[in-house]
């Protein structure tokens, strides 16, 4: 099993939908958990961390869910800008070696 | 602006050449991270660098890579004989806090190897 699965995509959504990613982790010690948003080329940038109790961050919505050892990310009111790949980043805290990137969904706004 | 400065934005070299591949931190930050993304896919750990020495590394940093905080402030990545698997985008990052996973990326330098 890999150590961090995400669904490659491409998700393609019209403007204004809601969507949403999931990741399944499989190291149950891992500790804490990321949202990064890529853009095309460009370089992975933080989105939002993933807390016990979710939380939200504007239009975002990050859920952990320990037991499933599975953590979403919900868009509302897509915006053309969300176009990108979102990676989900899972750390067990005990060294640089273990901050480990999922390989990113991608995310298709059309107009 | 981004919180690390990388150059080249992109460099094309011939298979068997040293490149090497420099960040600079705008603030003073002790963890410096480079990662390594071929087109495609993850993005994966090289080497961590703390207070001037490697602090950890992966797999892939192997003997034909080095890292060196030469002047105290800029960090470079030197590949010493490159091969056309180490085509990839080349990210220098820093951390909030240690091993925290809150990572800052510089822009990235694009290896192109021929």
């Known amino acids: 099993r890999k150590e961090v699965e995400q669904d490659p995509g491409p998700f393609n959504v019209p403007e204004g939908a809601t969507v949403a990613f999931n990741c399944t982790y499989s190291?149950?010690?891992?500790?804490?958990f990321f949202w990064y948003r890529q853009d095309c080329r460009k370089e992975p940038k933080l989105l939002m961390s993933v807390y016990s109790s979710g939380n939200e961050d504007g239009r975002f919505t990050a859920q952990l869910n320990r037991a499933s050892q599975y953590i979403s990310l919900l868009i509302r009111d897509s915006k053309l800008s969300d176009s990108a790949t979102y990676l989900c980043?899972?750390?067990?805290?005990?060294?640089?070696?273990?901050?480990?990137f999922g390989s990113g969904t991608r995310l298709s706004i059309r107009p | 602006e981004p919180e690390v400065t990388q150059t080249p934005s992109h460099q094309v070299t011939q298979m068997g050449q040293e490149v090497i591949l420099r960040c600079v931190p705008i603030?003073?930050?002790?963890?410096f991270y480079w990662y390594r993304q071929i087109l495609g896919q993850k993005v994966e750990f090289l080497v961590s660098f703390y207070n001037n020495e490697i602090s950890e590394k992966s797999e892939i940093f192997d003997d034909q890579f080095s890292v060196e905080r030469p002047d105290g402030s800029n960090f470079t990545l030197k590949i010493r004989s490159t091969k056309l698997e180490d085509s990839a985008m080349y990210f220098c990052a820093r951390e909030r806090d240690r091993n925290t996973g809150e990572l800052f990326f510089g822009e990235g330098s694009r290896l192109t190897v021929l």
């Open positions: 190291n149950s010690a891992s500790q804490s």
């Open positions: 603030s003073n930050h002790l963890y």
């Open positions: 980043v899972v750390n067990d805290g005990s060294s640089a070696s273990k901050i480990i």
